[in-house]
């Protein structure tokens, strides 16, 4: 009779342990409220909150042109318009290219007048051979120099003819392109 009570105590012991491990799981459970008097003004939120802020839209910007960058009008995550300038490029290297273009055309346009000039030379200088040649009944002037005149008139031509196309420089192999209305 003995074992009995030995075992009651330690039945009630566990029950006791039990009940004190629910209970402390049951405090750490309740959940934390504050109450306070209800008074008047503007209603306010709080949101404390941790992540990672995604842009609603992202647009890669891109200019036409290459060069130094001289002035930038905007900064990250700013605000921008429609047509609102970013980025001004130094124009001086644009600059630079129209004049070195106006001096090429001026040089062009100088060789043209001068070749115009050429043709028209080598053309009356054929033509006053000629009429010296018909004056003389074709013994002045020889026919080489005759020959050699109308060989100049028509070389001045030919150069002309040929200021029409623009010619390679160099002898390379071009690569082969990629168009479809070719095949």
Known sequence: MRRRPVWLAAALVLLCAAGLWLASRAAKAAPCCSTQAAARGDPTLTVIANGT???????????EL???????????????????VLVELDPSKLRDQVLRSQATLAAAQAKVRQTAATIVEAQANLARLEE???????????????????????RAVWVSVQMCADRSPIMAVHPPCHRKDRP
Do not use: E, Y
């Open 53 to 63: 802020i995604q842009p609603t839209r992202t647009i890669n910007i891109g200019s």
């Open 66 to 84: 290459s060069g130094t960058v001289l002035k930038v009008n905007v900064d990250v995550n700013d605000s921008v318009k429609k047509g609102q």
């Open 132 to 154: 010296v040649s018909a004056l003389s009944g074709g013994k002045v002037p020889a026919r080489t120099g005759l020959d050699t005149a109308r060989a100049t008139a028509l």
